[in-house]
Structure formats: structure tokens, C-alpha cells
């Protein structure tokens, strides 16, 4: 099975944990409207939607049930992410959404991981 996945940190192209989507298709780069704020968690961010959210930029990637559950490991889902389906430019996708609090950690108010400072 073919499976949609957003991502918005790490597994962006450029970012540290880019290599577990070795061999995916890119589908391309958006940017979602909508209520998400992206916290910035030291070496990873974490989205969490909320009346005060904004837009969230990312890549949306095709990937393989063998892949998925890769990017589940290295999530930690159900654990530390959930997962939430979200409309795309590209079809439905996969976002991997935060679950414990986050309080204290710092926003990024731009919702671009890319774009972070610090």
C-alpha cells in the first residue's frame, strides 16, 4: 500500500533525518493553512493545532507500508506523536501531530522549521 506523509522538521530535505525517506517520491513542497503551531523541542519541532495557529510549511512524500512504519519508530508514535490525516495539494497525507504538552518550548511563529533560529 501507498501511503501520503507531510512532513515539517527533520525529514525535510536538508534536515537530519532526511535518509529515512531514501527511495520515496517528493510530491512536492506546501505550505497548509489552518491552526497549526510548530514548537521548536531542541533538535526536533512538534505541531500541535490550536485556535491561535497559523500556516505550516513542509514536503509531502509516497511512501511504502515498510517506510511508514519506519517513520512510526522513529516518531515514536503512538507514544510521543500521534498521526492525524490532513488535506494536501498532493491528496490526503499523514501529519505526525505532538502528544505531550509542550509547554515552555519556544514557537515558530513562521511554521517554517527551515526558517527557525537557535
Known amino acids: 500500500m501507498v501511503h501520503n506523509v ?3 522538521g527533520t525529514l525535510r530535505q536538508g ?3 532526511h535518509h529515512w525517506l531514501a527511495g ?6 506546501c505550505r497548509l493553512p489552518g491552526s497549526y503551531l510548530l514548537y521548536h523541542m531542541g533538535s526536533y ?8 495557529g497559523g500556516a505550516l510549511m ?3 512524500y509516497q511512501v511504502d507500508d515498510s517506510t511508514l512504519a519506519l517513520l512510526d519508530e ?3 508514535y503512538p507514544r510521543l506523536y500521534g498521526r492525524i490525516l490532513i488535506a494536501t495539494p498532493f ?11 509542550v509547554d515552555g518550548a519556544p ?7 527551515c526558517q527557525r533560529s537557535g
Open 107 to 113: 514557537l515558530i511563529p513562521c511554521g517554517d522549521w
Open 74 to 76: 522513529l516518531e515514536e
Open 58 to 60: 513542509g514536503e509531502v
Open 91 to 101: 491528496g490526503e497525507a499523514w501529519l505526525y501531530h505532538y502528544a505531550p504538552p
Open 45 to 52: 519541532p512538534a505541531v500541535v493545532t490550536g485556535p491561535d
Open 15 to 17: 534536515e537530519s533525518n
Open 24 to 29: 520515496a517520491d517528493c510530491l512536492g513542497e
Open 6 to 8: 507531510f512532513v515539517y
